[in-house]
Every structure is written in structure tokens, then in C-alpha cells.
């Protein structure tokens, strides 16, 4: 059998790996250990071990499923992982079939695990929030109320502020049902409880026969006595836990942004993450017209929310989460030990401030901005010294560099671009004003395209990208660490790939505090790899024969002749941005008195003459 035939994990409906059609068998567990792979990316085995199973044995237990699922797909052509292979990928050979379908995604394994099954209530809200067709909650409202037979128990997680009320409203609109606060009234209605929950809750809901239950419940803390005994004494079959998921950016945009400029929606967006009650509040302060420059303003009451929740930590605890919020993204051992915040690790992961996933980092970035703008300029300006110290001591020079410029310290950028070299080193001098050191890159002259080509997609990977037809979506926060976009492979002729839309950037010193948060690449690969790297501030140039830096500006709009049969793959490496692109592919025409776009020839042996 041949080994280059795919095997496919179907997204939607029931879980399975289908193999030229068939499914194939698998454990439950096998499947997955496939599915987190697929939405996750390279993950430790660790990780996947305490997801799964959580107890002592747990990397036993690993290694045996991965044995097992190695025993399934051999047979079929190839093995699925080495052995020692860590961190964990999923074999190239195993492709996520995003096709929309009925139901909900990885239906049939929600009682893998429970920590497992929080994680595919949180993928499964996403997803479904994200997928065509109706808005991202209306879609998801509409798939929860078919898949709802009373009596009925529906678990509803958020953050402050995150609809949780107007979201049971428009479930009971859907149902055609009533709908009614705390314990009054009966029959078939949604009933909403919200915290603190009445006395006698438990003894209604499980003598009811009738309704739906939604209980409001803080995506922050530990679960409410209320929560934990429905947990053990109500069908499982009959209740659902939702984290419910922010509005999409497509959501957010079309509605409540709706009236607001590019880039002022994405600002917006991005420092409320999306959450329907911080997006209101910030509105309500927030000119509709002009510009917004700087860091936006922050609403009183959005503050209090959010500091009423942490009165549940520790003091000690909270001025832990208080310090770490000036840093954006992964948190080194070194920082957590700097800013004293590694004795209090266990509390502010198990009531849900911070998570591990190979690294520590925030659960939420628009909660992390919030601790930040919460601080006195006099700490904020203390805690970013210490963070600057302590990033020198590790070797990170783009990190210590961006904590001396918030600490208002004057930084040797001479010194810290000597770390520097390739894309990263003209992106840091760009955002210097310095001049770069790359060789002139001017685009050609060619016929306007005749018809449209296909693309093939062929591959999604990483986390904050959607893509619809032509049309892709980047949301990158600091949280995210791998790089995300999709591959295709281009048509069997030479042709003309248009790449246009607007983006918003607010990468910090233009390759982020990593060094390597590049905001838009895209990568040819034929007989030779060539990337094109759209950088703010660059002028167009060849950085060497296989590098092309080209400027990235809110409005973008390039044309570029592509080698015939190449793979090409999108991909964003920033930690702050918001890229709403199209793409798409044409036919070259010659043609007499057609007009003609510019576009860069991507052709190695062309770029130096």
C-alpha cells in the first residue's frame, strides 16, 4: 500500500481517521491524542499524559495508547510516531478535514477525560463560534438547542462581562421557551441562576422534569458546591458544560465595530479580546471617529469586574498576577522567580488566572491588559527594571531591550542589534529609523491576469487563523507562541497570486519581545525556499537570493508571479495583530493594450541581476 495516501481526522460529527474513505478503529484515547495534535501542534508528553489520565501512571498509559495507535495505522502504511519522539507531532501523513457537517466537532469524546473534556468544550465553542454560515454565537446557540432534549442542565462559563445572560435569552428565544431568573415559576422554561446561586437549587433542578437549567458560572475560581454536585448527581447524558467563547473578530466587526474604522476595530479587539461587556464599555468612552493613538483608555467598570473576581486569590497570590501582567506571553521559570510569583503558581492555575502548556503564560490577554493599566506608574516602572534584569541574566536581549524602553531606561540598541541578524535585524533597524542593508527589490510590469486559478489548500496549522474561500484571518495574541496560516499548493502553470486586505499591528519594537514574531510570511517552496517577509517600516529589497523584505503597511495590496507547481504557505508569527487578508490566483495573459499590475517575480535566479 502506498505510504503517500492521507488519512483524514474529520472535524465535524462524530470523531474518526478515516483512511480512503474508511473509518479507521481506534481507541478513544488514540483519537484524541490525534485531535489535540492536530489543533494544538507539537505538544510534550507530559502534557498530552496529565491531560488524559492525571495520575501516576499517566506516561505509562501514553506510551501504551501510542503503541497501540502505531499498531492501528502500520498496517496501512506508515508508523505514527518514533520512538522518544518529544515533543509530540502528528504525522504528516494525518490531515484535519475542516469540511462543516452536521452536529459539533469530535462528537463521542467528551468522557475521555475531564480535563480533556473542558479542553474540547473550549475548542468546540471556538470552532463553532468561528464556522460559516450565521454569526459566530448565533451559530452556536442554534446548535445547542438541537442537540437539547428536557429536562436538561447547561453549565455556562465565562469572564465578566461575557454575555452569559443574553446569551441563555437567546437559547430560550430558539427554543421557543420561556425564560425565567432564579427559582420562580415551572414547567418548560429556561431557568437562569446566576451567583450566589438561591437556596434550594439543587433539590429544584434535580426534581425537575421539564426545563432547562442554565447555571451561570465565573470561568475564574474554583467550581461552586452547586457545580460539583450536579456534576455527581445529575445524568451525564442531560447536562453540557460551555466555556462560552468571545465574539469573533468577523462577529465583532460586522456588528458592534461596524461603525469604527480598520484599525480603530482592531485596537478595540484587541485590548477587549473580544468580550462582549469590556467591547461595550470601551465604546462607550472611545471617540468613533479619528484615529486612536496610544493605549486605550481603561473602563472603571471593566477594572472592578475583574479585580472582584481576583478578591478570591490570595493577597499574596494577587499581587503575584499583578506583577507578571507587565510581561506579554510565555513566562520563563527565571521571571516567575523574579517578580515572586513561582510560590503561588498552584492557586493562580487552579483558580484560572495562569495555565501550563510547556510554559507558563496568562489564560486570558485581554485580563493580563487589564492587571497592567490597574498598576501605579511607580511599580509598573519597579517591576519592569526587575524584568529587564533578569532577561539580561538569561540572554534574551530583545526582552531586557523592551522592558528598559517601558521602564523609561535608556537602552544601547547598537549593543542590542549586534544579537541580531537576517529579517529580525533589518525589522529592529526599520523600527530604529536605521537604514537597511538589502539590495533593491522593484516589481515588474505584467499583463493584467486572465482567469482565476485553483488553489489547492492542502494544510491549517496553529491557532488564531480562520480562512473562508479566499478570504483569511489572522486574531495573534502575545499567548501565542507558534506561528499559524494554512498551505497550498499552487496551480501546474506560472501564475499571479494577489494578496490584499488591511492589518493592524501593535508588535512591540516590530519583531516582538521574542525577536522572531514576524507578522506576515510567506514561504515558496519548489525546487528552492524562497520567503517573503512584509515587515513595518522595510523598503522593498532582497536580503539575500532567497529573502525578499517587503513593507507592511494597514492597507495592503501585492501582486506576485509565482513558479509553477510550488507549495505556498501564509503564516503570522506576530504576538499582537489583526490581519484580515484575500488571496487568490490568475492566469498571466500576454495581451496587446491590457492593463498591467506590478508584481515581484519570486524566482531565485533572477533576484541579484
Known amino acids: 500500500m502506498s505510504t503517500n495516501t492521507p488519512f483524514h481526522l474529520m472535524l465535524w460529527g462524530p470523531a474518526r481517521l478515516e483512511h480512503q474513505g474508511h473509518e479507521v478503529k481506534l481507541q478513544r484515547k488514540g483519537l484524541a491524542i490525534l485531535y489535540y495534535l492536530a489543533l494544538e501542534g507539537p505538544t510534550r508528553r507530559e502534557v498530552l499524559a496529565d491531560l488524559l489520565w492525571g495520575h501516576s501512571a499517566a506516561s505509562q498509559n501514553l506510551r501504551v495508547e501510542l503503541y497501540r495507535?502505531?499498531?492501528?495505522?502500520?498496517?496501512?502504511?506508515?508508523?505514527?510516531?518514533?520512538?522518544?519522539?518529544?515533543?509530540?507531532?502528528?504525522?504528516?501523513?494525518?490531515?484535519l478535514d475542516r469540511t462543516p457537517g452536521p452536529g459539533l466537532p469530535l462528537e463521542g469524546l467528551e468522557e475521555v477525560s475531564t480535563e480533556f473534556g473542558a479542553w474540547l468544550e473550549g475548542q468546540r465553542s471556538q470552532l463553532v463560534a468561528n464556522a460559516s454560515g450565521t454569526w459566530g454565537r448565533e451559530r452556536l446557540v442554534h446548535e445547542i438547542a438541537n442537540q437539547i432534549r428536557l429536562p436538561y442542565v447547561l453549565i455556562l462559563m465565562g469572564r465578566p462581562g461575557s454575555g452569559r445572560t443574553n446569551f441563555a435569552q437567546s437559547l430560550a428565544k430558539a427554543l421557543?421557551?420561556?425564560?425565567?431568573?432564579?427559582?420562580?415559576?415551572?414547567?418548560?422554561?429556561?431557568?437562569?441562576?446566576?451567583?450566589?446561586?438561591?437556596?434550594?437549587?439543587?433539590?429544584?433542578?434535580?426534581?425537575?422534569?421539564?426545563?432547562?437549567?442554565?447555571?451561570?458560572?465565573?470561568?475564574?475560581?474554583?467550581?461552586?458546591?452547586?457545580?460539583?454536585?450536579?456534576?455527581?448527581?445529575?445524568?451525564?447524558?442531560?447536562?453540557?458544560?460551555?466555556?462560552?467563547?468571545?465574539?469573533?473578530?468577523?462577529?465583532?466587526?460586522?456588528?458592534?465595530?461596524?461603525?469604527?474604522?480598520?484599525?480603530?476595530?482592531?485596537?478595540?479587539?484587541?485590548?477587549?479580546?473580544?468580550?462582549?461587556?469590556?467591547?461595550?464599555?470601551?465604546?462607550?468612552?472611545?471617540?468613533?471617529?479619528?484615529?486612536?493613538?496610544?493605549?486605550?483608555?481603561?473602563?472603571?467598570?471593566?477594572?472592578?469586574?475583574?479585580?472582584?473576581?481576583?478578591?478570591?486569590?490570595?493577597?499574596?497570590?494577587?499581587?503575584?498576577?499583578?506583577?507578571?501582567?507587565?510581561?506579554?506571553?510565555?513566562?520563563?521559570?527565571?521571571?516567575l522567580q523574579a517578580l515572586g510569583a513561582s510560590p503561588y503558581l498552584d492557586e493562580l492555575e487552579r483558580r484560572g488566572w495562569l495555565v501550563y502548556d510547556g510554559h507558563w503564560r496568562f489564560n486570558d490577554e485581554s485580563s493580563r491588559r487589564v492587571f497592567y493599566q490597574s498598576l501605579q506608574p511607580g511599580r509598573r516602572q519597579q517591576y519592569h527594571r526587575q524584568a529587564a534584569l533578569q532577561f539580561a541574566l538569561e540572554g534574551q536581549p530583545i526582552a531586557e531591550a523592551y522592558h528598559r524602553l517601558l521602564a523609561g531606561d535608556t537602552a544601547d540598541w547598537g549593543s542590542f542589534l549586534k544579537h541580531l541578524e537576517g529579517w529580525s535585524r533589518a525589522a529592529l533597524e526599520a523600527w530604529l529609523g536605521m537604514p537597511g542593508q538589502t539590495v533593491r527589490a522593484a516589481p515588474r510590469k505584467l499583463a493584467v491576469p486572465g482567469g482565476e486559478l485553483a488553489m489547492l489548500e492542502e494544510n491549517r496549522f496553529g491557532t488564531g487563523f480562520q480562512a473562508e474561500g479566499r478570504r483569511l484571518v489572522w486574531v495573534r495574541q502575545p499567548t501565542q507562541t507558534s506561528p499559524s496560516g494554512a498551505e497550498w499548493i499552487l496551480p501546474e502553470e506560472a501564475c499571479l497570486v494577489h494578496l490584499h486586505g488591511q492589518v493592524h499591528l501593535e508588535n512591540p519594537l516590530g519583531i516582538g519581545i521574542s525577536g522572531e514574531a514576524a507578522p506576515l510570511v510567506i514561504e515558496i517552496h519548489n525546487h528552492r525556499r524562497i520567503q517573503v517577509l512584509l515587515l513595518s517600516g522595510v523598503s522593498p529589497g532582497w536580503l539575500d537570493e532567497h529573502t525578499l523584505l517587503l513593507p507592511l503597511a494597514e492597507r495592503l495590496d501585492y501582486w506576485f508571479c509565482m513558479p509553477a507547481e510550488a507549495r505556498m504557505r501564509l503564516l503570522s508569527r506576530a504576538e499582537s495583530a489583526i490581519l484580515d487578508l484575500e488571496v487568490s490566483a490568475y492566469r498571466a495573459t500576454p495581451g496587446e493594450g491590457r492593463s498591467a499590475v506590478e508584481a515581484f517575480v519570486l524566482s531565485p535566479a533572477k533576484v541579484l541581476k
Open 69 to 95: 495507535l502505531s499498531q492501528a495505522l502500520s498496517p496501512l502504511g506508515f508508523t505514527a510516531f518514533a520512538p522518544g519522539e518529544d515533543p509530540l507531532r502528528l504525522p504528516s501523513l494525518v490531515l
Open 176 to 335: 421557543g421557551l420561556p425564560f425565567l431568573e432564579g427559582l420562580r415559576g415551572g414547567g418548560k422554561a429556561v431557568h437562569y441562576l446566576r451567583q450566589p446561586y438561591p437556596e434550594g437549587a439543587l433539590e429544584r433542578i434535580l426534581s425537575d422534569r421539564e426545563g432547562l437549567w442554565v447555571v451561570e458560572c465565573s470561568a475564574y475560581g474554583e467550581d461552586p458546591r452547586l457545580i460539583l454536585e450536579l456534576r455527581s448527581g445529575y445524568a451525564p447524558e442531560r447536562m453540557r458544560f460551555i466555556h462560552l467563547p468571545p465574539l469573533s473578530w468577523s462577529e465583532a466587526r460586522a456588528k458592534p465595530l461596524a461603525p469604527m474604522s480598520f484599525g480603530e476595530a482592531a485596537q478595540v479587539y484587541l485590548a477587549s479580546g473580544g468580550n462582549p461587556g469590556h467591547l461595550r464599555e470601551l465604546l462607550a468612552i472611545s471617540p468613533l471617529e479619528g484615529e486612536m493613538t496610544g493605549t486605550l483608555p481603561l473602563p472603571q467598570r471593566v477594572r472592578a469586574m475583574l479585580q472582584l473576581e481576583a478578591r478570591m486569590l490570595s493577597l499574596e497570590a494577587r499581587l503575584a498576577i499583578e506583577r507578571l501582567s507587565i510581561h506579554p506571553g510565555p513566562l520563563s521559570e527565571g521571571i
